[in-house]
């Protein structure tokens, strides 16, 4: 079972509407949670970072939280545009080595 | 500035045949890591190098080989090519490895290449 879970699988929003990503993991122990974003055809990007005292971090129209203790995260996007279509993937981190657990990612459409 | 490249950008491979997907950063990092990405799952790591000369075997590192013979490159081989490794193949890289701050440890990524074999 993937230690990091996320929903829903893809979502179409209008442009000018915001929308909600959701994360769920169960990597223990926790050393930080990262967004990334992947346009089609393109690597993964970064989008946040948070480690384990971080509640809410922003990056422009993007703005992630994390509730560590229930082991949830979302990212939240304000104002849709077309360019934000694409998947969104969260990361883990374990404390003891670092290697990253993946998400499948939520994929993204906006539609004018 | 390049960042981190990738060759080819895809490739169609008959099964068996010997395969080394090419991955270069110029922006020094130590570690250097190989993952696959197939369809409804998660980006799984194949192979890891914290740092030159150094090799690890990552998630799903059956029938994949890496070296780290300089900073700067990182291959990964397939010796004998299977209808089963048809996925797309990053390469990332990192400041530091398995220690360091988080902010250390945030990998980059390459823009993938894209392998299918018949």
């Known amino acids: 079972k993937n230690q990091v879970e996320q929903s829903p699988q893809s979502l179409i929003i209008l442009e000018g509407k915001n929308c909600t990503l959701q994360?769920?993991?169960?990597?223990?122990?926790?050393?930080?949670l990262r967004w990334y974003k992947q346009d089609t055809g393109r690597g993964p990007v970064s989008l946040t970072i948070?480690?384990?005292?971080?509640n809410t971090k922003s990056n422009g129209r993007y703005t992630a939280t994390l509730d560590a203790d229930t082991k949830q995260s979302s990212l939240h996007i304000t104002a849709s545009q077309l360019s934000d279509s694409a998947s969104y993937i969260c990361?883990?981190?374990?404390?003891?080595?670092?290697?990253?657990?993946f998400g499948a990612g939520t994929t993204v459409t906006v539609r004018a | 500035i390049a960042g981190i490249t990738q060759a080819p950008t895809s490739q169609i491979l008959a099964a068996g045949r010997r395969m080394t997907l090419r991955c270069t950063q110029d922006m020094r990092h130590n570690a250097m890591y190989w993952y696959r990405q197939d369809l409804g799952l998660g980006l799984r790591l194949i192979h890891y190098s914290n740092t030159a000369g150094t090799t690890g075997k990552g998630e799903v590192p059956d029938g994949y080989s890496v070296s780290r013979a300089n900073t700067d490159d990182f291959p990964l081989t397939l010796a004998s090519a299977v209808p089963s490794q048809t996925s797309v193949y990053f390469c990332?890289?990192?400041?530091?490895?398995?220690?360091?701050?988080?902010?250390?440890?945030?990998?980059?990524f390459g823009p993938g290449t894209r392998l299918t074999v018949l």
């Open positions: 990361v883990v981190s374990a404390r003891r080595d670092y290697k990253l657990s």
């Open positions: 990332a890289s990192s400041p530091s490895g398995t220690s360091g701050t988080p902010l250390r440890n945030e990998q980059f």
């Open positions: 994360c769920n993991y169960t990597v223990s122990p926790f050393s930080n």
């Open positions: 948070m480690t384990f005292s971080e």
